[in-house]
């Protein structure tokens, strides 16, 4: 756009010495030319490849019209122009460019030259076209300058843009693994107190309280035999408080995504994994276990059979029940149709181990093979069982 400008400032200017050379059809005729040249010149020069060197073609026009009628010289700037853009723009083709522009000016400014000598055109009207033919190649150098400039500019500004996704990316891997190994660092922590808590204190509390019941047996009629039946209450109670505390911390060390993640980690080198855990909610001990008993049935039977390319393990929390789906299958759509009645008669015991964990926490598992093969277990979080029989319904 900024050559089009320039072109249409210079050929304002020109306009003022044409009127001075020629009246009427002449006149219009090169004014038209001028524009023709202009218009021209600009089409051809945006296109790509071979077709820029017909930009070449108003040039040539331009040189041969003094030899007709001297006062088309005042297309001689556009020339210059055009010869300074080849210069700078020309790429790999700017050798023909600049020689066959270069040849067209010279033939231009000779045929100015002669008829200055011939005072065909008065002095000044060749003085002012010279000195606007000097500008034209200042102003196309600088308009190329400019816009070779901008289009670094962009360049630049594109690959900052790149480069500020993917370290914003890094940075959001960075947290994210940080926050995933102080997450495990402070679970791993908190196994080791219940473990240190059971091995010692529970240990002892046992010893104790089989050191009391064997006190109470010996002194069973004594006075003191009431004192050591409340102590042995007291022991006891304390026995079950640790158990239940130690269990609750166990409960709470395992991380569901992250067992999942490391169970699936095998399979990245074969499928595409995809995970989906939502395990933002507070999930039982049991619960937890035997998700990650079901997964790791699932991607054994994966690893064993599967002919697929994609695998998506999908764990979701409702209000009523806990949900788990196993997918393995072909993003075409094109995998193979598995028949189910042969899957359900198989001698294998890892689908019937899947249905009895399960059922053992009141929920349900199906198997479709449709698109490759899908498992899907509801797990209940209360005494829910009637939604959970109607969910596993929907999706058998």
Not at 231 to 254: C, F, G, P, W, Y
Not at 297 to 325: G, M, W
Request: aromatic residues 6%; hydrophobic residues 45%; glycine residues 6%.
């Amino acid at each position: 756009m900024g050559k089009l400008i320039d072109k249409t400032i210079i050929l304002i200017l020109l306009i003022f010495a044409a009127t001075d050379m020629a009246r009427g059809g002449m006149l219009s005729a090169m004014i038209f030319a001028s524009v023709i040249v202009i218009c021209v010149n600009h089409r051809f020069w945006r296109m790509k490849g071979d077709l820029r060197c017909f930009a070449l073609a108003p040039d040539i026009v331009a040189a041969v019209l003094p030899f007709y009628a001297p006062g088309f010289i005042i297309l001689l700037p556009f020339i210059a122009y055009d010869t300074a853009t080849y210069l700078m723009e020309g790429g790999r083709r700017r050798g023909i460019l600049t020689i066959t522009g270069t040849v067209s000016f010279a033939a231009g400014l000779l045929q100015m030259v002669a008829a200055a000598v011939s005072n065909d055109i008065r002095l000044p009207i060749v003085l002012f076209v010279s000195a606007l033919t000097a500008v034209a190649v200042f102003r196309s150098v600088n308009t190329s300058r400019v816009e070779a400039l901008a289009k670094d500019y962009l360049k630049i500004q594109d690959a900052y843009e790149v480069r500020k996704d993917i370290l914003k990316q890094r940075n959001n891997e960075i947290m994210e693994t940080h926050e995933r190994e102080l997450r495990m660092g402070t679970l791993a922590e908190r196994n080791r107190i219940a473990r240190e808590i059971h091995d010692n204190v529970g240990h002892m509390l046992s010893r104790a309280i089989l050191m009391v019941g064997a006190m109470r047996t010996v002194h069973k009629e004594d006075d003191v035999g009431q004192d050591l039946t409340v102590l042995q209450e007291t022991l006891d109670s304390a026995m079950n408080n640790i158990r239940k505390s130690v269990h609750d911390i166990r409960d709470d060390s395992v991380d569901l995504s992250t067992t999942i993640r490391d169970m699936s980690d095998p399979l990245r080198s074969k499928y595409d994994v995809r995970l989906d855990i939502d395990d933002s909610e507070k999930m039982p001990g049991q619960i937890k276990y035997a998700i990650s008993a079901i997964c790791k049935e699932c991607i054994s039977n994966i690893t064993k059979y599967s002919r697929n390319d994609t695998v998506s393990i999908t764990v979701n929390t409702h209000p009523a029940f806990y949900q788990l789906e196993v997918h393995d299958y072909m993003v075409s759509g094109r995998s193979e149709m598995i028949d189910m009645s042969k899957v359900g008669s198989s001698t294998g015991m890892g689908l019937a181990g899947i249905t009895k964990r399960a059922e053992e926490l009141g929920g349900r598992a199906s198997f479709s093979g449709n698109n490759g093969f899908r498992v899907f277990v509801v797990l209940p979080r209360s005494d829910n069982k009637e939604g959970v029989d109607n969910e596993a319904s929907d999706n058998r």
